[in-house]
């Protein structure tokens, strides 16, 4: 009888704003829609890859895929704790699409990692420890995006909205249940190579206090649950400034959104996916249904109305 063990990551807004490289929200639609990657795992002769998915074929399909590295680095640890070096037969459902701003590689990243070593310590009794779980992952993700960061690895984890601390692990933050995100991908491409390069290497020192100030203002709101206090933080002057321009129609959309009445719209991670807030059912569906009547669309774009994502 042939084990396997299956995972799920969902999308995920790198950034959220306010918290550059420090805070990531996992997301699902509430329509049911499947935006996120999965990773099935059984035991075989030799490691092989299999994808399918809506976005398969905008990644590669064996050796640099991150699901194919990921099982390259478990089997390095299995190896150096001395442990039977396994081979995997993997199948990576890709549904996010790459260069989106969505969480694409952290998704595959943490989906791969999460299902081999749940296998192994399901059906092999070997358990890989959380610590070293997250440093493969965080080496997967930094390898794609040029910054060892948990942002979108964490949330795609844990599940809601996650603070990532430059020490210690990653901690859920309380988020408000009646918020509705609604996520548009216009089907761009912008790797977070290219977007984390449009940065200063140097910022104000005004504006770097200004970040701080909103970033501790918001996780205060966000602990006593206070949704005005959360909003008049969210605002970024880290990336967004640097970034707009290299997503097509943002500022455009971001003023009209606003004005029918958004709580905060922001870029969603690197870009060129962007996301507005809403605290109503109503209200998000008419702002997803002046995205999809007014965002040009590329192959493979979307608009999604999304709520927060918990395991």
Known sequence: M????????????????????????????????VLGDTVSVAADEITRLKVSGNYADWVPQQGSNLVFQAARRIQGWLRQHDLPEWQFM????????????????AASAAAAVQAICGYLNE????????????????????GVSGGNHLDNLAPAVLGGLVLCPQRGLPQQLPFFDDWYIVMAYNGQQLLTREARACLPAQYPRATTIAQLQRMAALVDGLHRQDPQRV???????????????????????????L???????????????FFALSDSLQQAELLADWLRSNLHMHPGGFVHICQSWYP
């Open 2 to 33: 042939q084990f396997s063990y299956t995972q799920f990551a969902p999308a995920s807004i790198g950034n959220f704003i306010a918290g550059f490289d420090v805070l990531g929200l996992a997301i699902a639609p509430v329509n049911g829609a």
């Open 90 to 105: 993997l199948h990576l459902e890709k549904n996010l699409p790459v260069g989106s701003g969505t969480g694409s590689s």
């Open 123 to 142: 059906y092999q009794e070997i358990a890989v420890p959380m610590a070293d779980r997250w440093e493969i992952m965080g080496e997967l993700e930094g």
């Open 231 to 257: 909003l008049d933080h969210l605002h970024d002057e880290l990336a967004e400034p640097y970034r707009a321009e290299l997503i097509e129609d943002y500022l455009q959309c971001k003023k009209a959104l």
């Open 259 to 273: 004005q029918q009445g958004a709580l905060a719209v922001g870029i969603s991670g690197a870009g060129p996916s």
